[in-house]
């Protein structure tokens, strides 16, 4: 294993995703060559339920693995390989996409 210097510190920005869903994305957008091999990292941290109850309906994902981790609360997780359960506190989900899977969380 390698390790890595701290290059910059990156303040994260309020956007929405999924249903309308409140979160803040600390990278994800522009150029992710620092983060490599990492795409995205999305905080959905909030106490305002009407901010994220709607979720992320069915969408795609292909390619690429996502890891989920509960911090508090839970989140409901169904997908096209007939997968399905609840992610509560302390949980971790890694799903592999693969060539292609189609999934909801909420």
Same mark, same amino acid.
């Given at each position: 294993?390698? *390790?890595?210097?701290?290059? +910059?510190?990156?303040?994260?920005?309020?956007? %929405?995703? /999924?249903?309308?869903? &409140?979160?803040? #994305?600390?990278?994800?957008?522009?150029?992710?060559?620092?983060?490599?091999?990492?795409? *995205?990292?999305?905080?959905? +941290?909030?106490?305002?339920?009407?901010?994220? %109850?709607? /979720?992320?309906?069915? &969408?795609?994902? #292909?390619?690429?693995?996502?890891?989920?981790?509960?911090?508090?609360?839970?989140?409901?997780?169904?997908?096209?390989?007939?997968?399905?359960?609840?992610?509560?506190?302390?949980?971790?989900?890694?799903?592999?996409?693969? #060539?292609?899977?189609?999934?909801?969380?909420?």
């Amino acid at each position: 294993m390698s *390790l890595r210097p701290v290059k +910059r510190l990156i303040k994260s920005k309020p956007t %929405l995703e /999924g249903a309308g869903v &409140h979160l803040r #994305r600390a990278f994800g957008f522009g150029n992710t060559t620092d983060f490599d091999p990492f795409l *995205l990292l999305d905080d959905f +941290r909030n106490d305002v339920p009407q901010d994220y %109850l709607a /979720g992320f309906p069915w &969408h795609p994902h #292909r390619g690429i693995e996502t890891i989920t981790y509960v911090l508090a609360g839970t989140v409901e997780h169904g997908d096209s390989m007939g997968n399905h359960g609840a992610i509560a506190a302390g949980d971790v989900q890694w799903m592999t996409a693969g #060539r292609g899977i189609i999934h909801q969380e909420m």
